[in-house]
């Protein structure tokens, strides 16, 4: 039963994949989303098929270390290559996060450190589908990360982390130069306050935290390829657009202060600053959960939530991707989650309630998803995308011969067409055909059914960026003779 379900999946992947390029512009688009885990291929192309469908072109998985491993168990390592395998399979790029379980096995000691490094090398190294690496989760919150202050009230965690960070990226690199390791995962917000119920710390104060304790290190290497953070609303009801610049929060809107803020902690230094790539590792609005799917949900919605209705979910969405578009050393954004958490005191984010039929806001999700990944989401001061083709077959000689002139092509990001048929000595149009197309959609342009006379022929294509338009691209076929 297995084989022929894995073959009807790869044909279905097979129609849709040339659709699934990934972004001209670079920004990755995608969600967090452990239900994409598998203990079988055959359930993670299923998973992942459905998961790509709805605009998503990346996915970011947790692994879980705990104090004593050195690498995952067999059953973890084949869930993380039938995940990796499936991804590649839909154009999908994988993120995995490697943490403990929560500060009451946070990795200090020197061994502790080095069977987490071990660990998260052995994924790259037996999973080598699996290339994008996030060390730790929040570790600016007492959450996951203890101590967060010394008994002295002093700053504790950001060289904790550092230490972890820089044995871990040695080991992986060791394993896999080419994988990316993204630190920091940090949270948009914290108290600095040692002597707090909760204390822990602002992103502001972990940067800055970093940034010391590395320069104090004497280390000559980096130890991380790209910065993570969380970019969460101060609640839900709160827009994206809304920046930070009074407090040490950082949002999405928050770009030019987390830029400053890397520069200042790492400029100068062997570790990028101001130039590092900065991924929006999770950004999350919930939704309200309608009387018709209330029983599908536990426990009570905390009142601090404060969801939105499922449109201005997905208005604030398109804005977070509109913001980040534009945000030159972004290379990312993943929403959280797809799918809704059941308990009501967690996430009710997803474009997808909990028994997984869509949302409202889940088609203009898609569309924004769709959008971004086009370079069509919003227009960027300075930013001229060139359109290439992915895909190009001119019409051949034997069907002009039959009066027949199509060109099918795709475009590696949204676009405008014009398809020529033209005299190849004087440049005259005989046939033309223009309109626009979605990134990677297939266009088979009809230029019309006509007789013509004997003569050099040569199809042309033009193509441009509907909303950041660099100069033209002209492609020409070659000529042929009719008759």
Same mark, same amino acid.
């Given at each position: ?156 965690? !950001? =060289?904790?982390?550092?230490? *972890?960070?820089?044995? %871990? ?7 896999? @130069?080419? &994988? +990316? ?108 959960? !309608? =009387?018709?799917?209330?029983? *599908?949900?536990?426990? %009570? ?7 939105? @209705?499922? &449109? +201005? ?171």
């Amino acid at each position: 039963m297995r084989l022929p379900l894995l073959a009807a999946l790869g044909s279905l992947i097979a129609l849709i994949a040339p659709s699934l390029a990934a972004a001209g512009p670079g920004l990755v688009v995608g969600a967090v989303e452990d239900d994409v885990r598998a203990n079988s291929l055959v359930e993670a192309e299923a998973k992942m098929t459905t998961f790509r469908l709805s605009g998503f072109r990346a996915v970011r998985i947790t692994s879980f270390w705990r104090p004593g491993l050195t690498k995952p168990s067999d059953d973890e390592l084949m869930t993380l290559r039938n995940v990796g395998d499936a991804a590649a399979r839909n154009g999908v790029q994988v993120y995995v996060t490697v943490m403990s379980p929560g500060s009451a096995t946070t990795p200090l000691t020197e061994d502790a450190q080095a069977d987490f490094a071990s660990y998260a090398a052995a994924i790259v190294r037996e999973a080598p589908s699996i290339e994008h690496v996030i060390i730790g989760n929040e570790p600016n919150l007492n959450r996951f990360w203890l101590p967060q202050f010394a008994l002295d009230g002093t700053s504790a965690s !950001p =060289a904790a982390y550092l230490a *972890l960070l820089s044995q %871990t990226y040695d080991a992986i690199k060791r394993a896999s @130069s080419t &994988a +990316t390791v993204y630190g920091a995962a940090v949270s948009p917000r914290g108290t600095d306050r040692p002597d707090g119920a909760r204390p822990t710390h602002s992103p502001t104060t972990f940067i800055q935290g970093l940034g010391i304790a590395y320069r104090a290190s004497g280390r000559t290497r980096r130890v991380m390829d790209a910065f993570a953070i969380h970019v969460y609303g101060d609640n839900s009801s709160v827009a994206p657009t809304v920046a930070h610049p009074l407090n040490t929060s950082i949002g999405v809107a928050d770009y030019d202060k987390l830029v400053r803020l890397l520069g200042e902690a790492f400029d100068g230094t062997a570790q990028p600053g101001s130039t590092l790539p900065i991924l929006y590792g999770e950004y999350g609005v919930e939704s309200e959960i !309608p =009387a018709s799917k209330a029983s *599908l949900y536990t426990g %009570t919605e905390p009142t601090t939530t404060k969801p939105v @209705s499922e &449109a +201005t979910q997905a208005a604030y969405y398109r804005q977070a991707l509109a913001l980040a578009f534009c945000q030159p050393t972004v290379e990312g954004v993943l929403l959280f989650l797809s799918r809704d958490e059941r308990a009501r005191a967690s996430w009710q984010s997803g474009i997808y309630y909990v028994d997984g039929t869509p949302k409202s806001s889940r088609p203009l999700v898609t569309k924004a998803l769709d959008r971004t990944t086009g370079g069509s989401i919003t227009r960027c001061p300075g930013v001229e995308l060139p359109v290439r083709t992915s895909y190009l077959r001119f019409g051949t000689r034997s069907a002009a011969k039959r009066g027949v002139f199509r060109v099918s092509f795709r475009c590696d990001l949204d676009c405008r067409y014009w398809v020529r048929l033209e005299n190849a000595e004087t440049h005259a149009t005989k046939l033309a055909a223009k309109g626009s197309a979605e990134v990677g959609e297939l266009v088979q342009a009809d230029l019309g059914t006509r007789r013509l006379k004997a003569g050099t022929y040569r199809y042309t294509i033009r193509l441009i960026h509907p909303v950041n338009p660099a100069p033209a691209t002209l492609r020409r076929g070659p000529g042929f003779s009719l008759p």
